[in-house]
C-alpha cells in the first residue's frame, strides 16, 4: 500500500490479473504519482489491470489524464485496462477525455460474468 497526500494506491497481484485499488481525489495534484502506480503495476506484463474506483472521492480531467500513459504502455504488451466501481463523476470525466471507448468501464465492479476477462470460468 502507498499514501500520497490523502490518496491511496493498493496494489493485489494474482498471476496475470492485477489489481490497483485508488482511493481519494484524483486530480493534478496527483496525477503524476497516480500514473507511477498504474505504471508499476504493469511491470510484470499481466493479461489485465484492474483499476478499482470505488473509494475515489472525486476525478477531475487533469487527473483522469493519468490513466493515458498507462493506456499506451498496457496497449504495448497486450494488457487489457478494466475499471470498476466507477462513479459517475469518474464516468463523466473518461467520456470527455474520450476514454470510454478505449478502457473497459464497469460502474458496478467487475464485469458480468464475475471474471476479469470477460470469459466464462
Known amino acids: 500500500m502507498h499514501r500520497l497526500r490523502g490518496r491511496t494506491a493498493r496494489t493485489a497481484r494474482a498471476s496475470e490479473h492485477v489489481v490497483v485499488r485508488l482511493s481519494g481525489e484524483i486530480t493534478a495534484k496527483n496525477a503524476e504519482s497516480i500514473s507511477k502506480d498504474l505504471l508499476d503495476a504493469l511491470v510484470t506484463h499481466p493479461r489485465v489491470l484492474e483499476v478499482d474506483l470505488q ?3 472525486y476525478m477531475n480531467s487533469d487527473g483522469g489524464r493519468a ?9 504495448l504488451h497486450g494488457t487489457r485496462i478494466i475499471v470498476t466501481h466507477t462513479s459517475t463523476n469518474a464516468s463523466i ?3 470527455r477525455l474520450g476514454l470510454t471507448q478505449l478502457l473497459d468501464i ?3 465492479g467487475a ?5 476479469p476477462d ?3 470460468p
Open 55 to 57: 473509494r475515489v472521492t
Open 67 to 75: 490513466f493515458l500513459s498507462t493506456l499506451r504502455q498496457a496497449r
Open 93 to 95: 470525466t473518461f467520456q
Open 106 to 108: 464497469h460502474e458496478e
Open 111 to 115: 464485469p458480468e460474468n464475475g471474471t
Open 118 to 120: 470477460g470469459q466464462s
